[in-house]
């Protein structure tokens, strides 16, 4: 499998890529500031580009067999980024003929009954603009007839991995506790990688 890795320097894509290098999947990470990227692997190739470059987006995509974008973390303060990326890269995955792509959201895009979690008055406010963009990317992965999954966390932290961890399709965990390791969601996006359990959906992701 060969994967091209969208936000290897954030908080999660490190981890991320870490998950997969241990799967020998072969990962070409994509990065604004190669330099930035400290894992040595065989299975491993960094080429230098801008997620706001559509153009080198699609030159890099070509060749791969699925996309993982971990663009744009909670903790970005653009955040129009994760719209731009996902336009672009859904557009090289088109010109590439590339179908397969795990993309990272947040809680707020699952819904209970007909409602958005981000748009429920207990929904943290400080979340709900990234949480908007979050909303968009959804929405144009729905339209893109490409085969996505949307990982929805809740609020992700340094503490250790413990791999136990729970997921479901598009309902969010309303109970427990309202956080996550950075590592946990990692692990779950190198595993889907090879099982494709949830081709087309949001997936919420929860501490067992």
Known sequence: MNVLLFGATGNLGPLVLEKMLAKNIHV?????SPEKVVA??????VVQ???????????????????????????????SIRSTAVDHIMAGMKRGNV???INLGGVGVLQVGGWYLYK?????????PVTREHHKVYEKLQQSGLEW????????????????????????????????????????????????????????????
């Open 28 to 32: 070409t990470v994509f990065a604004r």
């Open 40 to 45: 040595r692997h065989s299975a491993l190739k």
């Open 49 to 79: 580009g801008d997620v706001k470059d559509g153009q080198a987006v699609a030159n890099a995509i070509a060749g791969h067999d699925s996309v993982v974008n971990a663009v744009g973390g909670e903790y970005n303060p653009d955040a």
């Open 99 to 101: 179908k397969h792509i």
């Open 120 to 128: 429920s008055p207990v929904f943290p406010k400080d979340f709900v």
């Open 149 to 208: 999954t949307l990982v929805c966390p809740p609020k992700m932290t340094n503490a250790a991995a413990t791999g136990k961890y729970s997921t479901r399709a598009d309902k969010p965990y309303l109970f427990g506790k309202m956080e996550i390791p950075l590592g946990d969601v990692a692990d779950f996006i190198a595993q889907e990688l090879s099982q494709r359990r949830y081709a087309r959906q949001r997936v919420a992701i929860a501490m067992s």
